[in-house]
């Protein structure tokens, strides 16, 4: 499903409607069982990189109270995911036994539960655990977008560019950030296209930011490089012309 992002841009996550740190509110939605506006109080934050909020919502989404919350696993997965790549240590670690097990839609494997169990407090020790880590349920894969450019405002520099596409090449999803208006029938078919070569293709919005055009740059830049690395100088170019014939005649 293709990602507007214009959230990036416009910064709308910044002010979430239903945001509410109160404990006494929310100890109060527990007893009444409403987890549905629990998850809602912590939606926005989480989405715009908040890792306490993820990992809040990866522990609801993933609980019994789920059904309740109106979630569905994967979510929960993404999630408990994101909060680890952010460095919570008790993410990391529950990300670990869900790894060791092969719970959640996660695939088994012992070198990354060993890799996340070990709580790498570097940026680049979690960047290795990512590249170990892997999923039986498709879903369950955090997409780049949402991984890497959702609450990317707070980090727009061109070298977070590259660290940020650098973490989707390890997480098996690469993508290109494109300009542009809420997508029609032709930029959907094009999304289409690039999903065949597994490559996301994220339309990111029109509202001009000097900053994050830099920080589009440097990734875009990064990716189309391992890309090339991977299936021979060119490829992107072809690719992009294959596609660009492909989808020519569609309104």
Known sequence: MLKFLVIVLAGSLSCGAFANDDPVYENWLIRVGDY???????????????AEKQ????ALFLGPHARAAKA????????????????????????A???DKGAFGLGKRPRAAACWSSAPASVEGR???????????????????ELA??????????????????LCLANKTPAILVPGQRPGMQTMARVREYARHGIEWSVTGDVYVA???????????????????????????????QIDARVSGTK
């Open 36 to 50: 549905e506006t629990l998850a809602r109080s912590w939606w926005f934050d989480a989405m715009s990189g908040d």
């Open 55 to 58: 990992e809040r919502l990866a």
């Open 72 to 95: 569905k696993p994967y979510e929960g997965v993404h999630f408990l995911f994101r909060a680890a790549v952010n460095g919570r240590r008790t993410a990391m670690l529950r990300l």
């Open 97 to 99: 036994d869900a790894l």
């Open 127 to 145: 960047l290795a655990c990512v590249a170990l880590t892997d999923f039986r349920d498709p879903q369950a894969r955090v997409p780049c977008t």
């Open 149 to 166: 450019v959702m609450g990317a405002r707070e980090r727009l520099d061109a070298s977070d560019g590259a660290a940020m596409a650098r």
């Open 211 to 241: 900053q994050f055009e830099r920080f589009r740059d440097k990734f875009n830049g990064t990716m189309v490089a391992a890309l090339e690395a991977e299936h021979g100088r060119g490829y992107w170019d072809r690719l992009s012309k």
